[in-house]
């Protein structure tokens, strides 16, 4: 009842790109952890175009490399307003509304990476089994997923988990074994946050099968 009521809540106020902005922040932090892991991937990738799928307000937008160019999409209009309006100077950014498991203007184009950061627990089985193909399509090397798990090891963080408004969040090894079916996973790391423990992840994109 109690976790109901926090999702009510959460659900009511979080779409609004400040407030989403203010608990993130009071709760993960600047995430520093996770914007170095997938910084330092797209440098060591060589990656001059990133798609950024969900990208929420952008927070994500300044792990690209200096004078690559970054594409953030998400569904939240609101998130991407914000966004636009913070980095209204940087040419090389753009964030579009978009739903990236139906949208067919995202998968017109060819990146270098595609980020999911914080997004892979808001999407089921079934719309992964969508999305993972299309990444595969338009991504030329790399995919970087940074998800948090379900069972960290504060009980703080444990907390967090259970009101946290992703539905879909998967083991370490679920993670790993749904994202084999398309991509060679080449590294992994937990990253901790103030309130939760992300899985990074890094996929190069090559001709797997599918299991
Ligand atoms: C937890 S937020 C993460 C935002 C951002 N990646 C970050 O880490 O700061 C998840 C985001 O996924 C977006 N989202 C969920 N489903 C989506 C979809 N099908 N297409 C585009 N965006 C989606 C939501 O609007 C939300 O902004």
Known sequence: MFIELIHWISDKLLDNPHMFNSVRYLLAGKQMGMKKFVASNLNKYNCGIIADFCCGTGDFAISSPFNSRYYGWDLNSDFIKYAEKKYHQDKNKKFLKGNVLNSETIYRKKFDAVLLISA??????????????????????????ADIIPDPPHFLQKFFVK???GRYIRPKAEKLRILRNYFKIVSSELIPTKSAIQFGIVCEVTSVKKS
């Open 163 to 165: 009101i946290d408004r």
């Open 120 to 145: 892979m627990h808001h999407l089921s089985d079934k719309e992964l089994s969508v999305l993972l193909p299309k990444i595969k399509k338009i991504s030329k090397k790399i995919l970087i997923i």
